[in-house]
C-alpha cells in the first residue's frame, strides 16, 4: 500500500510545496493552490513539476484560476472525479470577492454553477463515497468547527453558500468515513454524525492510505 499526502492550501507558497511532497511519491493538495495568480513562468514550473511527478495532484478552490486548471495544468483532479471510492469536489464563495479584480485573483466560476452541483449530488448519492475530499465543507460543519468560535474571517456570522449547502445535503444523503478539507485556515478534526472531518490549515498535511482508508500512523502503515 502507499500513502497520500493530503496537504491544506499553499496559496502560491510554491518552495513549501515541493518541501511537503519531495519524501512522498503521492500526494493531494485540497485547493489554492494559486493557479492564475502569477505568471507563465510560475505554471510552467507547477505544470512541469506535476508532469515528471505524476503522484502528486491537487482540486481547485476558490484562489484557482477553474480555466487554467482544467485546460493547462498536469496534475488537476476534476470536480466529480470518483476513484476507488474516494470523490473530489473543488471551489469555494470568496468572503473578499468585492475587494478582488475578476480575471487577476478572482473568478465568476469560483464555485460550481446550481445545474453543476445538482448534477454531483446525484452522483454522491449513486456513489455514496467512503472518502470525500473537498476545498470547502458543508454549513453545518464550517459552523461546529470554526464559526460558532469565531475562527473564520467573518468571526460569529455564518455565510451560506452554494457550495456548502451542496455539501450539506451531500452530507444529509450519506455520512462517509472521513471528510478532509481546507479553506478555513485551520487545522482541526471533528467527528460529527459519524463522519471524521479533517480540515488542513495552510501548508498543513497528514498521510493518510486511501485505498485502506485510515491514518499513517508514525510514517508507516
Excluded at 27 to 49: K, L, T
Excluded at 124 to 130: G, H, I, K, L, S
Amino acid at each position: 500500500m502507499t500513502k497520500t499526502r493530503i496537504i491544506g492550501d499553499i496559496h502560491g507558497k510554491w518552495y513549501d510545496y515541493q518541501v511537503i511532497t519531495s519524501s512522498v511519491k503521492n500526494s493531494i493538495q485540497v485547493g489554492d493552490f494559486g493557479i492564475g495568480f502569477a505568471g507563465d513562468y510560475w505554471h510552467d514550473r507547477v505544470h512541469d513539476y506535476h508532469r515528471e511527478n505524476r503522484g502528486h495532484r491537487f482540486i481547485r478552490g476558490n484562489h484557482d484560476n477553474p480555466h487554467k486548471c482544467k485546460s493547462e495544468m498536469n496534475g488537476y483532479i476534476d470536480d466529480g472525479t470518483v476513484e476507488n471510492d474516494v470523490m473530489f469536489i473543488g471551489g469555494a464563495w470568496s468572503i473578499d470577492h468585492q475587494w478582488r479584480v475578476e480575471g487577476q485573483d478572482w473568478w465568476s466560476d469560483e464555485e460550481l454553477s446550481y445545474e453543476e452541483l445538482d448534477r454531483m449530488i446525484s452522483l454522491y448519492d449513486m456513489v455514496r463515497p467512503t472518502v470525500m475530499i473537498t476545498h470547502d465543507c458543508p454549513t453545518t460543519v464550517s459552523y461546529e468547527m470554526f464559526v460558532k468560535n469565531g475562527k473564520s474571517l467573518a468571526g460569529r456570522k455564518q455565510f451560506k453558500t452554494r457550495t456548502g449547502e451542496a455539501l450539506q445535503r451531500m452530507f444529509e444523503i450519506h455520512q462517509p468515513k472521513f471528510w478532509f478539507f481546507g479553506h478555513w485556515h485551520h487545522t482541526k478534526e471533528m467527528d460529527i454524525n459519524g463522519t471524521h472531518f479533517h480540515c488542513l490549515g495552510e501548508c498543513d498535511y497528514v498521510d493518510f492510505e486511501l485505498e485502506k482508508k485510515e491514518y499513517v500512523k508514525n510514517g508507516k502503515l
